[in-house]
Antibody, heavy 117, light 113 residues
Framework: QVQLVESGGGLVKPGGSLRLSCAASGFTFSDYYMSWIRQAPGKGLEWVSYISSSGSTIYYADSVKGRFTISRDNAKNSLYLQMNSLRAEDTAVYYC??????????WGQGTLVTVSS | DVVMTQSPLSLPVTLGQPASISCRSSQSLVHSDGNTYLNWFQQRPGQSPRRLIYKVSNRDSGVPDRFSGSGSGTDFTLKISRVEAEDVGVYYCMQGTHWPRFTFGPGTKVDIK
């Protein structure tokens, strides 16, 4: 069965960096686009970024453009999100999700990122 | 960007009674390929979102048939025919037609009266 497991969250100071990982299993990872979505505490869902199956096409939400970098390693069935220049407003649970054309069909359990001094 | 709105934002329901959530988009969600990429997600307390419905009206595997989706263009509806206790949570609609930017509705909180 499809499984997505995020890791790498934690407490970081404003201006700091963090790298999130998402380990995929149960499907041919290299066939699918992947996405990151986040949810601030008590708030709704916000799409952050996605990456094509080969890694050649990447998009970001305006709120993270220039600070976050999405990448993937198809040999390791893994998705990453490098987050730099973190701000308090980046505090959220970060989910990875599989993109199936215009749909997001499977989500991980999420990893919490807290940006605070 | 496409803006998604939902109503109501809070929906107290009686067990066994029907419930209905409306979702509207600021632009048509009909894609050039003929599909309409409108998803519905359920997020139970403390859990990650789970997709219930894709392409407006297709139920995901394992989703009870009391959940149904309908609509077209810019107006969509999620219906629960008879609410059960396990249906408590927040429901989000999401458009995937106008990618690269997926956009979500603000969510509708369903709880038991």
């Amino acid at each position: 069965q499809v499984q997505l497991v995020e890791s790498g969250g934690g407490l970081v100071k404003p201006g700091g960096s963090l790298r999130l990982s998402c380990a995929a299993s149960g499907f041919t990872f290299s066939d699918y686009y992947m996405s990151w979505i986040r949810q601030a505490p008590g708030k709704g869902l916000e799409w952050v970024s996605y990456i094509s199956s080969s890694g050649s096409t990447i998009y970001y939400a305006d709120s993270v453009k220039g600070r976050f970098t999405i990448s993937r390693d198809n040999a390791k069935n893994s998705l990453y999100l490098q987050m730099n220049s973190l701000r308090a407003e980046d505090t959220a649970v970060y989910y990875c999700a599989r993109k199936d054309y215009g749909d997001l069909d499977y989500w991980g359990q999420g990893t919490l990122v807290t940006v605070s001094s | 960007d496409v803006v998604m709105t939902q109503s109501p934002l809070s929906l107290p329901v009686t067990l066994g009674q029907p419930a209905s959530i409306s979702c509207r988009s600021s632009q048509s969600l009909v894609h050039s390929d003929g599909n309409t990429y409108l998803n519905w997600f359920q997020q139970r307390p403390g859990q990650s979102p789970r997709r219930l419905i894709y392409k407006v009206s297709n139920r995901d595997s394992g989703v009870p048939d009391r959940f149904s989706g309908s609509g077209s263009g810019t107006d969509f509806t999620l219906k629960i025919s008879r609410v059960e206790a396990e249906d408590v949570g927040v429901y989000y609609c999401m458009q995937g037609t106008h990618w690269p930017r997926f956009t979500f509705g603000p969510g509708t909180k369903v709880d038991i009266k």
